[in-house]
Structure formats: structure tokens, C-alpha cells
């Protein structure tokens, strides 16, 4: 089984709407996508100094990290993951797909 992560850089559509975004984020993007075969977890970062796109972190664990993600996409397509208009489309989100190639825990 491999295990990934599927990294996405996003910010909201405008200042005005970032509590919106957030929210949207929250209490509803993560949890849908949690849904989707595959996916394991899931974690946001918030810029220290406040500049900068937010950080999505997904874990994946799948026979096939790209399938996994097929999954999602397909999810989004049929509209199982509801989009937002909070969220900036120009320049769209980064998204890169990193599979794990070691690990060590604290301990």
C-alpha cells in the first residue's frame, strides 16, 4: 500500500471573503473529501507571517496514489465535493501529489 500526500497551496477570492473561505474549508471541503476512497486525513496551515497562500494537507494511502486522486477529481466532476466561489480560481490552487519515500516518528 503506498502513502502520499496530496499538497494544495489555495487562497480566498478576496480579502472580504476569507471568513467564508475558511469556513467552506472547514466544515465542508475537508470532510467531503475525506469521503473519497483513499484518503486518510487531513490538515490546514495558515502562513506565519501571513503572507502567502493557506496549506491543505491530505494523506492518502492507496494501492494507487494517482487513482486515489482520479477518485477525488471524479468525485468534484459528479458534484459530490460542492465547490465555492470563495475560493481564488486565478491563479488556481497548487496542487502536486508527493508519494512517501521514508519516515520516522519521534520516539
Given at each position: 500500500m503506498a502513502v502520499g500526500i496530496l499538497l494544495v497551496e489555495s487562497l480566498p477570492a478576496s480579502p472580504d471573503r476569507a471568513d467564508e473561505y475558511h469556513a467552506w474549508y472547514d466544515e465542508v471541503h475537508l470532510r467531503q473529501i475525506l469521503g473519497v476512497d483513499g484518503f486518510r486525513s487531513a490538515r490546514r496551515f495558515?502562513?506565519?507571517?501571513?503572507?502567502?497562500?493557506?496549506?491543505?494537507?491530505?494523506e492518502i494511502e492507496a494501492d494507487d496514489l494517482e487513482a486515489a486522486v482520479e477518485?477525488?477529481?471524479?468525485?468534484?466532476?459528479?458534484?459530490?465535493?460542492?465547490?465555492?466561489?470563495?475560493?481564488?480560481?486565478?491563479?488556481?490552487?497548487?496542487?502536486?501529489?508527493?508519494?512517501?519515500?521514508?519516515r520516522c516518528d519521534a520516539g
Open positions: 495558515a502562513p506565519v507571517d501571513g503572507a502567502g497562500p493557506f496549506v491543505a494537507i491530505y477518485r477525488f477529481r471524479a468525485a468534484s466532476r459528479r458534484g459530490d465535493i460542492e465547490p465555492s466561489d470563495a475560493l481564488q480560481r486565478e491563479p488556481p490552487p497548487k496542487v502536486r501529489l508527493l508519494a512517501e519515500i521514508a
